[in-house]
């Protein structure tokens, strides 16, 4: 009986969802996720250079249109590449030693 209430109720959220009308976010999430899938063709990186040298820290007040990874010394990473997808990649201090694309 919940399992049948669980079912229903998701399926009117995702009816409902599929409503909304499309907006800058929504467009901008479809982007992202074309873009971890592969299939985004204007798939853009730019590395903000001036990032180097200062700590993560800043990443916390910033906001990005890419999606970011940040990767401490001794993080396993997936070794899936995501061509617009920012990789921060820090030394022992927290200090962003390198950025690269992917």
């Known amino acids: 009986m919940i ?3 669980r079912t229903i109720t998701a399926l009117g959220l995702l009816s409902l ?3 909304a009308p499309a907006t800058e976010t929504g467009t901008q ?25 200062q700590s993560h820290t800043i990443l916390n007040t910033m906001r990005f249109d890419v999606p970011i990874r940040v990767i401490f010394p001794g993080d396993a990473v997936t070794t899936d590449h995501v061509a617009n997808r920012l ?16």
């Open 87 to 102: 990789n921060f990649k820090l030394n022992s201090k927290g200090v962003i030693k390198e950025i690269t694309c992917g």
């Open 29 to 53: 999430l479809r982007e992202i996720i074309s873009a971890e899938r592969g299939t985004y063709k204007e798939a853009k990186c730019e590395i903000p250079e001036k990032l180097v040298g």
């Open 3 to 5: 399992k049948t209430f």
């Open 17 to 19: 969802a599929a409503c």
